[in-house]
């Protein structure tokens, strides 16, 4: 699994890249079935500067499966940025556990319908 980690409008420090590699790394219980071949796009930074109050922290996060045949995007602001990191990954382990919720129905539905075949032809 390949991780970037891009800053926008501040300063990538050692401690946020390190939250962001721990935070990202447990996501890797979904994708490791796709190896290297994953691709992890992480942004953090402010919206703007000149923000005093509202959501100023933004965090988005891009896994890329497959050579890009599956795509997910999350994405979260706040005016905490260790939080906005947080809801982000949240958001993104909710939707790639869906896909592979669905991958492992679809193959298991398929194994059935076989073995179906199988006692049919056998009979």
Known sequence: MNINIKATNTELT?????YVEKKVTSLE???SKYGENAQVQVEVGKTTHHHNKGDVFRAEMNVS???NAYQFRAE???IDLYAAIDMAKDELERELSRFKGKRESLYRRGAKTLKNLMKRFSE
């Open 14 to 18: 050692p401690a946020i890249r390190d």
């Open 29 to 31: 219980k979904f994708i």
């Open 65 to 67: 499966l497959a050579g």
């Open 76 to 78: 979260a602001e706040t």
